[in-house]
């Protein structure tokens, strides 16, 4: 594929939603498939809306480092 893909917030959130098993493995298959070759796309609201979702969100928050 040729081009830019933009993943929206749930791809990432799925990444390390661990109670969502089916969503983390398809999010991590479009992660590995469009990430090695640097064609994601992200915006400044994606990333916000991940921040937002992993720290208060989460049964289990995401450590900074984590998030970082």
């Not at 983390?24 to 609201?45: D, H, K, M, P």
Request: no cysteine.
């Amino acid at each position: 594929m040729n081009g830019r893909v933009f993943l929206d917030t749930n791809i990432f959130v799925y990444l390390y939603d661990s109670d969502q098993p089916d969503k983390q493995a398809r999010a991590r298959t479009l992660v590995e498939r469009f990430g090695l070759s640097g064609e994601i796309v992200i915006s400044t609201q994606v990333l916000q809306e991940f921040y937002a979702t992993v720290t208060r969100k989460f049964a289990r928050q995401l450590s900074e480092e984590q998030i970082l």
